[in-house]
Every structure is written in C-alpha cells, then in structure tokens.
C-alpha cells in the first residue's frame, strides 16, 4: 500500500505540533498545562467535540479516569485526522492540477500572441 505524499507531510506537521503542546504542557502550571494539553490533540477534540453532539451525548461516552480520555486515544486519532486532512489536500490539488493547468497553457499561449503583435 502506497501513502499519499500529502498525508504524510501533514501528519509529520501534526507530529512536530503535538510533541511541542505536550512538552510545553508538561512544563507549565496545572491550568495551562490541560490548555496546552487540549491544542496537542485538537484535530480529535474538534471532530470528536462536534460528533458526541449528535449522537445525543453530552459529554463523552467513557468515564474521566479513562484511557479513552488520554494521550494513548486521542494522538493515533489525531494523526489519522490530520492524514486524512492531508490526503484530502492532495486529491484537490491534483483534480486543479489535471481540470485548471491544460486551461492556463492555453491562456498563456494567447496572452504570448497577443502581446507579440503589439
């Protein structure tokens, strides 16, 4: 199996970006430190936040003491997010790439016509 070139490079953004919040949260007081810790793993709160809404829940389904409430579950989650993001990135980039670049070709070659008469 083949990985997207755009999903990596986002999951690699999003490893550098969870290994600076935890770290700078490990270092800093009890109140930002659980704020750090929520930017760490904000891809998986943010649609995680926005799905247990709909499903009728109010808070998450899983108990505070949890494992589901720690790094273990929410930074593979995370990643995968941010890779889906980046695979997403990359399918749009190429469809422009394919549908827009042969358009902009023909573009350029009237302009470069027009321009040479005057």
């Given at each position: 199996?083949?990985?997207?070139k755009g999903?990596?490079?986002?999951?690699a953004?999003?490893?550098?970006?969870?290994?600076?919040?935890?770290?700078f949260s490990?270092?800093?007081?009890?109140?930002?430190?659980?704020l750090?810790a929520?930017f760490a793993?904000?891809?998986?709160?943010?649609?995680?936040?926005?799905?247990?809404?709909?499903l009728?829940?109010?808070?998450?389904?899983?108990?505070?003491?949890?494992?589901?409430?720690?790094?273990v579950?929410?930074?593979?989650v995370?990643l995968?997010?941010?890779?889906?993001?980046?695979?997403?990135?990359?399918?749009?980039?190429r469809?422009?790439?394919?549908?827009?670049a042969?358009r902009?070709?023909?573009l350029?070659e009237?302009l470069?016509?027009?321009?040479?008469?005057?």
């Amino acid at each position: 199996m083949r990985l997207n070139k755009g999903g990596l490079i986002v999951s690699a953004i999003y490893i550098v970006h969870f290994l600076v919040f935890s770290c700078f949260s490990y270092f800093a007081g009890l109140k930002a430190s659980v704020l750090l810790a929520e930017f760490a793993v904000l891809p998986a709160g943010l649609i995680l936040g926005s799905i247990w809404p709909l499903l009728g829940l109010h808070d998450p389904p899983f108990d505070a003491d949890s494992w589901m409430n720690s790094y273990v579950f929410y930074f593979p989650v995370s990643l995968f997010i941010s890779y889906m993001v980046g695979w997403a990135l990359h399918a749009f980039w190429r469809l422009l790439a394919r549908y827009v670049a042969p358009r902009l070709d023909r573009l350029d070659e009237r302009l470069v016509r027009r321009f040479h008469r005057d």
